[in-house]
């Protein structure tokens, strides 16, 4: 029985092998990143949460997250980011008359929400420095992201949380409630091995996250 590792086999693990290699090989320079992570969707995408673009300032992009109707734009966001600001949230309705133009003939026949987010390599809930460090380490994990938030809480929108499959778990969410919460829904994505969306109601506001299975690359086992 031999075991062969098929990294890279599926589009989307190329993809976001490519976007770390480009993470990795940025962390000697200064030059500014963002990555732009579809992070909620409705009715026809042709990406689905958890697809990925990394942008560069002098102009290199890896990886996609429509068919080529909202990247451009999505760029420009990251030029217009004032250096406080380290993320947004964008969303695009190709259903609506007067968006018609994003999904012309490019398989965007829905509504996307897309988080802007500053990547900054010294930070621990970095999202790109948690799944490589899960390729790595060839095990599983979850991390959390906060795309939506509404009324006065005390929560920012990107902000992270993470789970390690080992059951290790790391925040930068100050709410103590939705960090025990988010702690029995990761576990739960990690068990059904399944990305999930929660809405969180406190009595000040309300928080959406969305809770993304980092899965590893299949092995394929050839007898003989």
Same mark, same amino acid.
């Given at each position: 029985?031999? =075991?062969?590792?098929?990294? %890279? ?21 200064? #030059? #500014? ?8 969707? &409705?009715? !026809?995408?042709?990406? &689905? ?35 406080? #600001? ?14 018609? $133009? ?10 996307? *929400? ?7 390599? *010294? ?6 420095? /948690? ?7 060839? &095990?599983?994990?979850? $991390?959390?992201?906060? /795309? !939506?938030?509404? %009324?006065?809480?005390?929560? +920012? ?6 789970? @390690? ?5 790391? +925040? ?20 059904? &091995?399944? +990305?999930? =969306?929660? @809405?969180?109601?406190?009595? +000040?506001?309300?928080?959406?996250? =969305? $809770? #993304? ?8 086992? $050839? /007898?003989?």
């Amino acid at each position: 029985m031999i =075991f062969v590792n098929i990294t %890279g086999f599926s589009n989307n693990m190329k993809e976001i092998n490519s976007i770390i290699t480009s993470f990795v090989d940025n962390q000697h320079n200064n #030059e #500014e990143l963002f990555l732009a992570t579809v992070v909620n969707v &409705q009715g !026809s995408t042709y990406r &689905q949460p958890g697809a990925r673009m990394l942008i560069t300032t002098s102009g290199k992009i890896v990886g996609t997250i429509s068919g080529g109707c909202l990247e451009n734009d999505v760029i420009e966001h990251t030029r217009l980011m004032t250096t406080d #600001e380290k993320a947004k949230i964008i969303t695009y309705d190709t259903n609506a008359e007067e968006d018609i $133009i994003w999904g012309f003939g490019l398989g965007c026949n829905g509504v996307v *929400d897309i988080l802007i987010e500053r990547i900054y390599h *010294d930070d621990p809930l970095n999202p790109l420095g /948690f799944i490589h460090q899960c390729l790595s380490d060839q &095990q599983p994990g979850v $991390i959390a992201s906060v /795309f !939506s938030v509404s %009324g006065n809480i005390n929560v +920012s929108l990107g902000a992270h949380f993470t789970l @390690k499959s080992d059951g290790f778990v790391s +925040s930068n969410i100050s709410e103590s409630v939705i960090n025990n919460a988010l702690i029995k829904d990761a576990e739960l994505v990690l068990k059904n &091995q399944s +990305s999930s =969306f929660h @809405k969180y109601q406190l009595s +000040s506001g309300e928080v959406s996250v =969305f $809770i #993304e299975l980092i899965q590893l690359p299949p092995n394929l086992m $050839i /007898f003989g």
